[in-house]
């Protein structure tokens, strides 16, 4: 069974920067889109950034100019730069993979903390 998992999380005071990675531990065919959501306390998981198919990205507006998605397709990689982070950043960040057979895959999740 293939899994994805996510790393790089960790507690950082505002304005510092992170970088989130996730990988397939297996082989994943016809992958559609690639991206991260995050789940704050007592919020329902939301979008943050996903990367296309086509390598076209899509950014919720609180984390634009901010964030960047990246993919290295040939290794099912995908990437979020973070920089500028804030308080309102904080929770934990699922990676997903959108494909043809098996649906969404997810990931465990990492923890981002970051202090004011």
């Known amino acids: 069974q293939v899994q994805l998992v996510e790393s790089g999380g960790g507690l950082v005071q505002a304005g510092g920067s992170l970088r989130l990675s996730c990988a397939a531990s297996?082989?994943?065919?016809?992958?559609?889109?690639m991206g991260w959501y995050r789940q704050a306390p007592g919020k329902q998981r939301e979008l943050v950034a996903r990367?296309?198919?086509?390598?076209?990205?899509d950014y919720a507006d609180t984390v634009k100019g901010r964030f960047t998605v990246s993919r290295d397709i040939a290794k099912m990689t995908v990437a979020l730069q973070m920089n500028v982070l804030k308080h309102k950043d904080t929770g934990v960040y699922y990676c997903?993979?959108?494909?043809?057979?098996?649906?969404?895959?997810w990931g465990q999740g990492t923890q981002v903390t970051v202090s004011s």
């Open positions: 990367i296309s198919g086509g390598g076209g990205a």
């Open positions: 997903c993979y959108s494909t043809i057979r098996r649906g969404s895959l």
């Open positions: 297996g082989s994943i065919f016809g992958i559609n889109a």
